[in-house]
Every structure is written in structure tokens, then in C-alpha cells.
């Protein structure tokens, strides 16, 4: 997931690319990422009949919420007309700000469900 987010640009005409591909190729990229991750969510929740949430299902909820984030960033970054923050020298305050987030929520979570 990182790698996609890294690896948007735009190009001299301004149009986005994921490498060598476009924006339609990162929305696939990401809906992959989100079919694999839920079903693997499936095949947890199958393998352990508990009524709660899990703490491991969390990890599994943080990455819905990343897949989101890129895709929304992607489209942002597409459509972006003056957002500074998206622009910022090729979208770099998002790709900097990945990891921080993902795990300050790893962080957060694993300090409610513990203490």
C-alpha cells in the first residue's frame, strides 16, 4: 500500500500516474488490496467464533481505513485544483505522513484495548 501511495506522480501534462500507469490502475491497485485484506478478515472471523471484536481485528480495520486514505489522497491528487497541502512538491506531505499515521493508530488502539 505504501509502495502505490509512493509512486503516485503527475506527469509534465499534469495528468497522475502510478508509475508507469494511470489513476484508474491505482483504484485497482487498491480494490486488490481490498479483497485480499477482506478475505482474509473472513477467514479469521471463521476461524474464531467470538462475538467481540478481536484485537487483531483492529489491524484489519487500520487497513480499510489506509486503503482509504491512499485511494482518497490518489483522488485528490488527481482532481487537486490549488489543495497545498495535495500539491506540495508531488503529494510529498501525504507520503510522509503515512507511516506516522498507520502507526499511531496501531498505537492508539493497542493502548485502549491493554490499559
Not at 482518497?72 to 500539491?87: H, M, N, Q, T
Request: glycine share 6%.
Amino acid at each position: 500500500l505504501f509502495a502505490i501511495l509512493i509512486t503516485v506522480n503527475k506527469d509534465e501534462n499534469g495528468k497522475v500516474k502510478l508509475g508507469n500507469f494511470d489513476f484508474s490502475c491505482l483504484l485497482a491497485a487498491c480494490a486488490g488490496l481490498l479483497f485480499s485484506v477482506i478475505l482474509a478478515h473472513i477467514d479469521l472471523r471463521g476461524n474464531f467464533k467470538v462475538q467481540q471484536i478481536m484485537y487483531i481485528e483492529y489491524f484489519y480495520m487500520i487497513l480499510y481505513i489506509a486503503i482509504l486514505m491512499v485511494v482518497v489522497d490518489g483522488y485528490l491528487f488527481a482532481i487537486s485544483k490549488g489543495i497545498w497541502f495535495i500539491e506540495y512538491k508531488n503529494n510529498l506531505i501525504p507520503k510522509y505522513l503515512f507511516w506516522p499515521i498507520v502507526l499511531t493508530m496501531l498505537l492508539v488502539i493497542t493502548i485502549f484495548a491493554f490499559y
